[in-house]
């Protein structure tokens, strides 16, 4: 079973850029697909970047942050990653690493077990 702790988040201001990390502990890191979803007041969570298991060579992003976010893996550091650039004020989010273990890049949150605390990111106008 794998914990997970984000850390990265802030305030920043439109067009800023932040990077959060994704900590796990307590599993074989490298075998479970990782995803960051975010969560907005009164707003369903919704799926933000994936990386799948392994290698990390597949990915997938929400249309919405294609060319701004990089969500990349490091297994020997037990470590996802969410470069956000670009960043507007709708992203502003409390923003969730989860995880499950296996191969498939799932956007809905139900499909992931492992979930961290959260970090909120917050961008002015």
């Known amino acids: 079973q794998v914990q997970l702790v984000e850390s990265g988040g802030g305030l920043v201001q439109a067009g800023g850029s932040l990077g959060l990390s994704c900590a796990a502990s307590?599993?074989?890191?490298?075998?479970?697909?990782t995803g960051w979803f975010r969560q907005a007041p009164e707003k369903e969570r919704e799926f933000v970047a994936g990386?799948?298991?392994?290698?990390?060579?597949?990915?997938d992003y929400l249309d919405s942050v294609k060319g701004r976010f990089t969500i990349s893996r490091d297994n020997a550091k037990n470590t996802v990653y969410l470069q956000m650039n670009s960043l507007r004020p709708e992203d502003t989010a409390v923003y969730y690493c989860?995880?499950?273990?296996?191969?498939?890049?799932?956007?809905?949150?139900?499909?992931?077990?492992?979930w961290g605390q959260g970090t909120q990111v917050t961008v002015s106008s």
């Open positions: 307590g599993g074989t890191f490298s075998t479970y697909t």
């Open positions: 989860a995880a499950h273990l296996g191969s498939g890049i799932y956007r809905d949150f139900k499909d992931y077990n492992y």
């Open positions: 990386i799948n298991a392994y290698y990390g060579g597949v990915t």
